[in-house]
């Protein structure tokens, strides 16, 4: 488990030292009067390491997966909560996109401007040409509260889901699409 968390502050916080990217998203969510909660904390790359700092934030923070098809040409997104169990095939079959695998590193780093563990859908700023599609799990949907990186994980943020929707997502250009993540469910 994560052995540094900080304590939430509600807003900006300080960004003296921190990545452009993270401090682009801090931009973004001020410029559109987004309220939100931050915290910072250790390297939390897997939804093991974000269990102690959801306790502190009050919030899930989102298993973000980043997929491609086979031929590397068409990207997807899917938001869903950690505790679920992610199956490929399931989600490849509900939105209709055969084969699909984890997109490579480069992949990431070049149309969300994320490296490994800090996918988020704040990424989808830095997704110009809308080449990702974006699907959120239905039941995060029902959350007053969405939380996810600020394309760094090393902070955590707790943002309404309804400014995610009706805020974030325009702002970046992109929608999204609800999509059911109870696989074992639809067997």
């Known amino acids: ?3 540094f968390i900080g304590k939430v502050t509600h807003g900006r916080p300080d960004c003296t030292g921190r990545d452009e990217r993270e401090i ?16 910072d904390h250790d390297e939390a790359s897997t939804n093991a390491l974000c269990e102690d700092i959801e306790k502190v934030l009050g919030v899930h923070i989102c298993k973000n997966l980043f997929l491609c098809d086979r031929k590397k040409t068409r990207f997807f997104m899917l938001s869903m909560r950690g505790d679920k169990q992610f199956v490929t ?22 149309l969300l401007g994320v490296t490994p563990g800090s996918v988020s859908v704040m990424g989808l700023m830095n997704d110009k040409n809308n080449e ?4 959120i799990d239905e039941n995060l949907l029902k959350d007053e509260y969405f939380g996810c990186h600020p ?3 090393t902070s955590s943020l707790k943002i309404k889901t309804a400014d995610i929707l009706e805020k974030v997502l ?18």
């Open 24 to 39: 682009a998203v801090y931009d973004m969510l001020d410029s559109l009067g987004v309220e939100y909660d931050h915290i």
């Open 132 to 135: 990702i599609s974006y699907y």
């Open 151 to 153: 394309c760094k994980n």
């Open 170 to 187: 325009p702002r970046v250009s992109h929608s999204h699409s609800a999509v059911s993540t109870d696989w074992e469910e639809n067997e």
């Open 1 to 3: 488990m994560s052995s």
């Open 89 to 110: 095939r399931e989600f490849s079959r509900s939105i209709g996109a055969p084969r699909l695998s984890f997109a490579p590193a480069e992949k990431m780093l070049e």
